[in-house]
């Protein structure tokens, strides 16, 4: 397997751990394995189910190192965070071949 590929993204709302706010996720490009027992194509359609079910399993924030966000602080997000993540992880699922024939805005 490749070297992982890493994706920052703001969020608006932070996730609360106690005393502590974090204002980034960090994604990681999931492997196959990762995507056992999601659909591919509910996650391209930005499925919430879908994307919540995936998200522990890739996300985490920097608490003094990577430390993965739970389903609890998934289901939390605010909706314009999710739709960023969603975004993040449509560009995982596809290849460089597919994401350089799509139209620059």
Known sequence: MSEAQFEQVPLDQPI????AKFDTLSLR???SGELRGLSL???A??????LLKLLPRIASVDAGGPSPITSAEAAKL???DLMEVADKVSD???SK?????????
Not at 45 to 50: A, K, Y
Not at 97 to 105: D, G, K, M, S, V
């Open 16 to 19: 609360i751990r106690g005393d």
């Open 29 to 31: 490009r999931p492997g």
């Open 41 to 43: 194509g509910k996650l």
């Open 45 to 50: 359609q930005f499925d919430v189910d879908e």
């Open 78 to 80: 605010d909706p314009a």
């Open 92 to 94: 995982f699922l596809l």
């Open 97 to 105: 071949r597919r994401r350089a024939t799509l139209p620059t805005i």
